[in-house]
């Protein structure tokens, strides 16, 4: 069921599962010991050897490298560009492989972690703020009504397969969030962007928030919850 280059018309035969799925009472980065936990049984049920994971800072990644240590799955971190988030005390430096994050970045790739950063499918040269620009903001937009860690998820899994680390076809899990942590585990049929529309697939959901945030200021949100101070500490 989970092998890689499953295609719909190979013949392969397939059988039925019956898989729950978790929903969260809140987004957000309290979230992410639970859905890498959930994950984790599901990869094993699966036989599914790749977790593509977003992590802005290399927090997630580290927990991600505790949790599934010993289930033999390898872990493709996509972080963002170099930039900053707004935070409750300043701003968050974002992408793991910033001078700020050496430490971590060390520990990521002495665990043999991949990571990547690329370009998002869903944001269209020139994007002024958030505003629609064209296809590529009406699949964001639509992505996200189920979600902003769906969103991510999917365009995690995307880049990762446009980097080289995920094989169109491959069946992975991709994890996302909502602002900082993780809130979302998909079991997804890798595409690059070229095949996206053509051969991309979310063939289950693991777990996801009930709620969505749309804030512009996430961490204020009464559906958001996590540990935002933990972020300053480099």
């Known amino acids: ?19 729950e799925v978790a929903y969260f009472g809140y987004a957000g980065e309290t979230n992410t010991s639970k859905v890498l936990e959930l994950a984790r049984r599901r990869l094993l049920e ?3 050897g790749k977790a593509v994971i977003a992590s802005e800072t ?8 505790s949790i599934f240590q010993g289930s033999g799955c390898r ?29 971590t970045m060390k520990q990521i790739e002495s665990a043999g972690v991949e990571v990547v950063q690329g370009a ?12 629609w620009n064209g296809m590529a903001e009406a699949v ?23 980097a080289g680390k995920v094989n169109p076809g491959e069946e992975v899990i991709a994890f996302g969030g909502t602002f900082k942590g ?24 693991i777990a996801k928030p009930r709620y969505n945030v749309r804030s512009e200021i996430p ?13 300053y500490l480099a």
Not at 120 to 131: C, F, K, L, N, Q
Not at 144 to 162: P, R
Request: hydrophobic share 35%; with cysteine; glycine share 8%.
């Open 1 to 19: 069921m989970s092998a890689a280059g499953d295609d719909k018309g190979s013949g392969e035969s397939r059988e039925d599962f019956l898989s």
């Open 46 to 48: 699966r036989s599914i």
């Open 58 to 65: 290399g927090r997630s990644i580290l927990k991600a490298i």
């Open 75 to 103: 872990i493709v971190a996509v972080t963002h560009s170099p930039d900053f988030s707004c935070g409750p005390k300043g701003d968050i430096p974002i992408g793991i492989n910033r001078s700020e994050y050496e430490r």
């Open 120 to 131: 998002r499918i869903t944001v269209s040269p020139p994007r002024v703020e958030w505003t």
């Open 140 to 162: 964001d937009y639509t992505l996200e009504l189920l979600g902003s860690g769906t969103k991510v998820a999917v365009e995690a899994a995307v880049i990762a397969t446009e």
């Open 182 to 205: 993780l809130d979302t585990a998909l079991v997804v049929r890798a595409a690059n962007s070229k095949g996206f529309f053509d051969e991309f697939e979310i063939r289950e959901i």
């Open 219 to 231: 961490y204020s949100d009464s559906s958001w919850k996590g540990d935002i101070d933990q972020y």
